[in-house]
T-cell receptor
Framework: GAGVSQSPSNKVTEKGKDVELRCDPI?????LYWYRQSLGQGLEFLIY????????KSGLPSDRFSAERTGGSVSTLTIQRTQQEDSAVYLC??????????????FGEGSRLTVL | AQKVTQAQTEISVVEKEDVTLDCVYE???????LFWYKQPPSGELVFLIR??????QNEISGRYSWNFQKSTSSFNFTITASQVVDSAVYFC??????????FGKGTHLIIQP
């Protein structure tokens, strides 16, 4: 597709359930990022994938959060045993090259997660 | 650790006024990159500008201009003759390595007709 695609756009779940959020980056983009945006807050970095290298997981808030990227393209962010504080918009971004090479980030429209 | 501060949480001006959004950053990196993104009500962040730390030239793009001052660690964004379509949340961000960007909390800009 032309842009970064995320699904679902909205997800309502019950506390304790697992959720999966999907990100389809722009074709050919080697770098992929997940961010979380809570109400009234800035963007919180979660995880970064660059090519086939091991991901930078330094931003994941707890071991309930995990992410994978298959074949260097589509990524899935999984949240296990969801808690109400996990409610946020989860944004995915991709770039053609790492930011050290001044690549620009292209963002998807986000997946809004509501945990009841 | 990197930090970006956008002290203005919300600004409201009347259309055609000029408005400046402040951004102050902290980093120990000697080479870093500064960004501004716009998030309209639709939610998708839109890239506006990237500035390298070694390039202190100010930049103008139409009604938008950016003032990068390394001495004060600031990268302010000015919109001249604001329009209602400029209403959005604007994020300043800092990148210094291969990791994701560090974002400020954003400034909600409201342009009243």
């Amino acid at each position: 597709g032309a842009g970064v695609s995320q699904s679902p756009s909205n997800k309502v779940t019950e506390k304790g359930k697992d959720v999966e959020l999907r990100c389809d980056p722009i074709s050919g983009h080697t770098a992929l990022y997940w961010y979380r945006q809570s109400l009234g807050q800035g963007l919180e970095f979660l995880i970064y994938f660059q090519g086939n290298s091991a991901p930078d997981k330094s931003g994941l808030p707890s071991d309930r959060f995990s992410a994978e990227r298959t074949g260097g393209s589509v990524s899935t962010l999984t949240i296990q045993r969801t808690q109400q504080e996990d409610s946020a918009v989860y944004l995915c971004a991709s770039s053609l090259m790492p930011l050290t090479n001044t690549g620009e980030l292209f963002f998807g429209e986000g997946s809004r997660l509501t945990v009841l | 650790a990197q930090k970006v501060t956008q002290a203005q949480t919300e600004i409201s001006v009347v259309e055609k006024e000029d408005v400046t959004l402040d951004c102050v950053y902290e980093t120990r990196d000697t080479t870093y990159y500064l960004f501004w993104y716009k998030q309209p009500p639709s939610g998708e962040l839109v890239f506006l500008i990237r500035r390298n730390s070694f390039d202190e030239q100010n930049e103008i793009s139409g009604r938008y201009s950016w003032n990068f001052q390394k001495s004060t660690s600031s990268f302010n964004f000015t919109i001249t003759a604001s329009q209602v379509v400029d209403s959005a949340v604007y994020f300043c961000a800092l990148g210094g390595g291969a990791d994701g960007l560090t974002f400020g909390k954003g400034t909600h800009l409201i342009i009243q007709p």
